[in-house]
Antibody
Framework: EVQLVQSGAEVKKPGESLKISCKGS????????IGWVRQMPGKGLEWMGI????????RYSPSFQGQVTISADKSISTAYLQWSSLKASDTAMYYC??????????????WGQGTLVTVSS | QTVVTQEPSLTVSPGGTVTLTCASS?????????PNWFQQKPGQAPRALIY???NKHSWTPARFSGSLLGGKAALTLSGVQPEDEAEYYC????????????FGGGTKLTVL
């Protein structure tokens, strides 16, 4: 069974750093992209970026470039999303999702349960 | 800044049919945007329904279908059930060096 299990909720202060995780199981972790999606309170979904754990190829949405860092450790089938200095506006639910495709088809299928990040002084 | 537009809200009666659409600020949506559709209920993670315009995942109910309609991606629900009340999001692929994807703003579907 394919599963993406994310780390637990976090409460942080502005200026602090944070790294959240997404562990894949039930499939070949290095053969699929992992994307990260933000959902601010009461708002829609925003695609942040994507990583291919097989070779760590990473791409960012222009809106999130320089704001976050996406990484992966294929030895433990885990992808990460990290911030070096959190802002109150980073308060949101963050989801990871599995993605795959080729020249004829692209899809996003399995999702993690989400990690709620709250940034408040 | 690329914008993907969906109807903010739609209402449908149980057993009825409704079509949700997804438009791109860059022009007509084609199969090359690989439209994906997702359902999200309150307090839950999104669930994938349709990929690459019209393909269903193994868990997608038969009453959901995807297509291209008048330059937009479309999601049609036929024989709507009360449990279909949810927020629906489309996702379009804009490619480029960043493999950029953009979500639509979502459609709140009410079954009444």
């Amino acid at each position: 069974e394919v599963q993406l299990v994310q780390s637990g909720a976090e409460v942080k202060k502005p200026g602090e750093s944070l790294k959240i995780s997404c562990k894949g199981s039930g499939y070949s972790f290095t053969s699929y992209w992992i994307g990260w999606v933000r959902q601010m309170p009461g708002k829609g979904l925003e695609w942040m970026g994507i990583i291919y754990p097989g070779d760590s190829d990473t791409r960012y949405s222009p809106s999130f470039q320089g704001q976050v860092t996406i990484s992966a450790d294929k030895s433990i089938s885990t992808a990460y999303l990290q911030w070096s200095s959190l802002k109150a506006s980073d308060t949101a639910m963050y989801y990871c999702a599995r993605e795959a495709g080729d020249s004829s088809s692209w899809y996003v299928d399995y999702w993690g349960q989400g990690t709620l990040v709250t940034v408040s002084s | 800044q690329t914008v993907v537009t969906q109807e903010p809200s739609l209402t449908v009666s149980p057993g009825g049919t409704v079509t949700l659409t997804c438009a791109s600020s860059t022009g007509a949506v084609t199969s090359g945007y690989y439209p994906n559709w997702f359902q999200q209920k309150p307090g839950q993670a999104p669930r994938a329904l349709i990929y690459s315009t019209s393909n269903k995942h193994s868990w997608t109910p038969a009453r959901f279908s995807g297509s291209l309609l008048g330059g937009k991606a479309a999601l049609t629900l036929s024989g709507v059930q009360p449990e279909d009340e949810a927020e629906y999001y489309c996702l379009l692929y804009y490619g480029g060096a960043q493999l950029n994807w953009v979500f639509g703003g979502g459609t709140k579907l009410t079954v009444l």
